[in-house]
C-alpha cells in the first residue's frame, strides 16, 4: 500500500534477514526485523529505520516523508562515543557525530590521527 503512495520516488524490496542480516548491520539496521534502509539516488547516503516487529503503514509513510523531504537524519557508521571526562583535554576521541563539533571548530587547530582497530600499523603506532 504504501509503496503506491510514494511510486516513482522511492523503490522498495524485500530482503531476507537471515540471508542479508550482515548487510543491514553495515547500513546501521540494529534490531530484530522488519527493517528499512532507505538509500538516495546517488547511494551515498543512506537512512536506517528499525521500528520493531509491528510496522504500520503509518509509521513507513511517516518514515517515507521525512527521508524524501530529507528531515531525517544520515545513519552513520562510527563507533560510540566514550568521553572519560567532560573536560576538554589536549587528546580526544573523535566520532562521525562529532566530527564537525571538535575537529572543523574554527577557534582551535586540530591534528587529525585516523586509526581502526583492526589495523596492525595503527595498533603498532598506539597514540
Known amino acids: ?15 531476507n534477514w537471515g540471508t542479508f542480516h550482515q548487510l543491514a548491520r553495515k547500513f546501521g539496521v540494529h534490531g530484530d526485523p522488519p527493517a528499512i534502509v532507505a538509500l538516495d539516488a ?14 504500520t503503514v503509518s509509521e513507513l509513510s511517516t518514515f517515507c516523508d521525512g527521508f524524501l523531504s530529507g528531515r531525517l537524519p544520515i545513519t552513520l557508521r562510527s563507533a560510540a562515543l566514550v568521553r572519560t571526562d567532560t573536560r576538554r583535554s589536549s587528546v580526544e576521541p573523535v566520532t562521525a557525530t562529532t566530527f564537525v563539533e571538535d575537529v572543523l571548530e574554527p577557534s582551535w587547530d ?14 603498532r603506532a598506539n597514540v
Open 110 to 123: 586540530t591534528v587529525l590521527y585516523i586509526y581502526t582497530p583492526w589495523c596492525g600499523f595503527c595498533k
Open 42 to 55: 546517488s547511494m551515498k547516503h543512506h537512512t536506517a529505520f528499525s521500528p520493531g516487529a509491528n510496522l
Open 1 to 15: 500500500e504504501t509503496a503506491r503512495i510514494f511510486e516513482p520516488s522511492l523503490r522498495f524490496s524485500y530482503v
